[in-house]
């Protein structure tokens, strides 16, 4: 009887550690898939933060056209492109000094590049790919729309700023998903 209580208490302690290494597994993998779904939720973040960051900088360049043609106000047409968008060639050194406008253009081009913020002779301070717009509004002699545009990291919806899309030298940045803009009109008042 002595033995045969003896055979039992064995069996009944190997089912005990059999049963504490299950729970030591289910554990362990309950921590793995934690740790996994805490490392997306940081990569996502950082996509995240990344394209705040970067809109941040496009409304940043955005206001800054906006303000040079509100200074020059008289001159705001000579602000309308020629081509198609600004930001695609360096523009030279020493922006001209013709005109207020054909400065203010150049030096928004050298923004758009990145010449804000300067590292070792490289030009760091640029959002990805950013292009800039002056279109003047159809139909108008007094509106303008103004506008940034850019490469995201992630697929979104794409954006329905027109300005600097759709030509022969826009960049689609492989997929309109990844397109993202900001823009605005600009009014010069008129007194008659």
């Given at each position: 009887?002595?033995?045969?209580?003896?055979?039992?208490?064995?069996?009944?302690?190997?089912?005990?550690?059999?049963?504490?290494?299950?729970?030591?597994?289910?554990?362990?993998?309950?921590?793995?898939?934690?740790?996994?779904?805490?490392?997306?939720?940081?990569?996502?973040?950082?996509?995240?933060?990344?394209?705040?960051?970067?809109?941040?900088?496009?409304?940043?360049?955005l206001?800054?056209?906006?303000?040079?043609?509100?200074?020059?106000?008289?001159?705001?047409?000579?602000?309308?492109?020629?081509?198609?968008?600004?930001?695609?060639?360096?523009?030279?050194?020493?922006?001209?000094?013709?005109?207020?406008?054909?400065?203010?253009?150049?030096?928004?081009t050298?923004?758009?590049l990145?010449?804000?913020?300067?590292?070792?002779?490289?030009?760091?301070?640029?959002?990805?790919?950013?292009?800039?717009?002056?279109?003047?509004?159809?139909?108008?002699?007094?509106?303008?729309?103004?506008?940034?545009?850019?490469?995201?990291?992630?697929?979104?919806?794409?954006?329905?700023?027109?300005?600097?899309?759709?030509?022969?030298?826009?960049?689609?940045?492989?997929d309109?998903?990844?397109?993202?803009?900001?823009?605005?009109?600009?009014?010069?008042?008129?007194?008659?």
């Amino acid at each position: 009887m002595h033995h045969l209580h003896h055979m039992n208490s064995r069996k009944a302690l190997r089912r005990q550690r059999g049963a504490a290494m299950m729970e030591s597994l289910i554990a362990m993998l309950i921590v793995a898939f934690g740790v996994l779904g805490f490392v997306g939720l940081q990569a996502r973040t950082a996509v995240t933060n990344l394209e705040g960051y970067q809109r941040a900088q496009a409304m940043i360049l955005l206001n800054d056209m906006v303000q040079r043609i509100n200074t020059n106000r008289s001159a705001a047409g000579s602000y309308v492109l020629t081509t198609e968008y600004l930001g695609n060639t360096l523009p030279p050194t020493n922006c001209p000094t013709t005109s207020v406008a054909d400065r203010d253009k150049c030096e928004w081009t050298k923004l758009l590049l990145g010449a804000a913020e300067v590292q070792a002779g490289q030009s760091v301070g640029a959002i990805r790919t950013a292009r800039g717009c002056v279109q003047q509004v159809a139909g108008t002699t007094n509106e303008f729309v103004v506008a940034v545009f850019w490469e995201g990291v992630q697929s979104t919806a794409s954006t329905t700023v027109a300005c600097g899309y759709g030509g022969t030298t826009a960049p689609t940045y492989g997929d309109a998903t990844l397109r993202r803009a900001v823009s605005t009109v600009v009014r010069i008042g008129v007194l008659s």
